[in-house]
């Protein structure tokens, strides 16, 4: 009887996280409008804001593959608009790849979710290697990215608005936003089963793909690449000069208005507050990552990557480890540092995902 209060006060506790964090969500919204879609044009000149221009990403390119003759063709390509909120930035551009005259009739699904400073294009040899094995694959633009940028800062910019206005979020919860009417709209396609869904990304993308597995019960399969972190942690342990190293304009930025010489914990506390509220605290690692029991997690990360320490999910890990278990599912959850590694994505780590998905999607 205890087991089974301890698994009821688990659930009740990630019930409670997700309402919190969709009131938060959708405090900070334009009008609300009813999901719409729009018909898009592939795109032929991308938008990277990364200096310099991206070409190509070996470890993506790792991803496994079947091997069909003349792959490009055997694909077929969707490019289209959905309409989330009411404004510029609620216009979702989405690229979806999968393969043609295919016999099954509900296949599952994997959203791909790039870094900062990309675009969905950037994300093309993942989404092809997903379709080849018989996956839609579907890629997007955050907020401020590709599509929805129309010059080399607007990231940048957004965030610094975001820090004097307090009124968008465009670091990582504007897009989850996106990511929940995403899921409405690919859970009603003739073509995907919609209970195999699943989600990843790198990076920031791997940030998007944790809140939006925690936020949405309905994304079946999550695994975020170098993007999980302690930010209460780093915050109280002085470990987060990476982090803010990444997106330093709007740290500056509040230095400055907090008549600072220097950022400090103070800063970059007031700067999560403002464009991320609750990110510090009680939608963090420790409380968000948790609430995605019992559907698989695997988390993935560079052994010494100083954006995401590994020292800072031991809270994390320790208390995913005891609530898979309670569940009767641990070997849904799983966490990979890889040795040795930074701040960056790994051929092993693609696999692993693919491994990953592969187990949990296609098995169901």
């Not at 401020?144 to 080399?152: F, I, L, N």
């Not at 936003?177 to 990843?200: F, H, Q, V």
Request: hydrophobic content about 40%.
């Amino acid at each position: 009887m205890a087991d089974t209060a301890v698994g009821v006060d688990v659930a009740d506790d990630a019930q409670e996280m997700r309402r919190e964090f969709l009131r938060m969500l959708a405090s900070r919204r334009a009008a609300t409008v009813p999901l719409s879609v729009e018909p898009a044009k592939p795109v032929t000149e991308p938008m990277y804001q990364a200096h310099p221009i991206p070409t190509f990403c070996k470890a993506m390119a790792a991803c496994p593959r079947n091997n069909i003759p003349n792959l490009e063709s055997a694909l077929e390509e969707e490019n289209l608009y959905l309409t989330t909120e009411a404004g510029e930035q609620g216009l979702l551009p989405v690229l979806i790849l999968k393969l043609k005259d295919t016999k099954i009739k509900r296949r599952p699904a994997v959203v791909c979710l790039h870094s900062s400073y990309k675009c969905k294009e950037w994300l093309r040899p993942l989404l092809e290697a997903y379709a080849s094995r018989g996956y839609i694959a579907v890629g997007v633009d955050s907020r401020y990215h590709g599509e929805r940028a129309t010059y080399k800062t607007a990231y940048r910019d957004a965030l610094v608005s975001s820090w004097k206005t307090g009124q968008t979020m465009p670091f990582i919860f504007d897009t989850v936003w996106d990511l929940i009417k995403l899921m409405d709209y690919l859970s009603a396609r003739e073509d995907i089963n919609p209970s195999c869904i699943g989600i990843t990304g790198e990076s920031l993308g791997g940030m998007h793909a944790w809140f939006a597995a925690a936020a949405d019960p309905r994304y079946a399969v999550a695994v975020p690449i170098i993007g999980v972190q302690g930010f209460r942690w780093a915050i109280d342990n002085n470990k987060w000069h990476a982090r803010v190293a990444s997106i330093k304009d709007v740290f500056e930025e509040a230095r400055s208005n907090l008549g600072k010489s220097s950022i400090d914990a103070e800063v970059v506390q007031a700067v999560w507050d403002r464009i991320t509220p609750g990110l510090a605290d009680k939608f963090d690692a420790p409380f968000s990552v948790p609430s995605i029991a019992p559907r698989p997690l695997l988390i993935l990360n560079g052994g010494e990557d100083p954006r995401c320490p590994v020292e800072g999910l031991e809270a994390t890990c320790s208390r995913a480890v005891e609530v898979y278990s309670k569940a009767n599912v641990s070997e849904k959850f799983k966490f990979i540092a890889e040795p040795g590694v930074g701040h960056c994505i790994t051929p092993s780590m693609v696999k692993e995902a693919s491994d990953w998905f592969d187990k949990f999607l296609v098995a169901e």
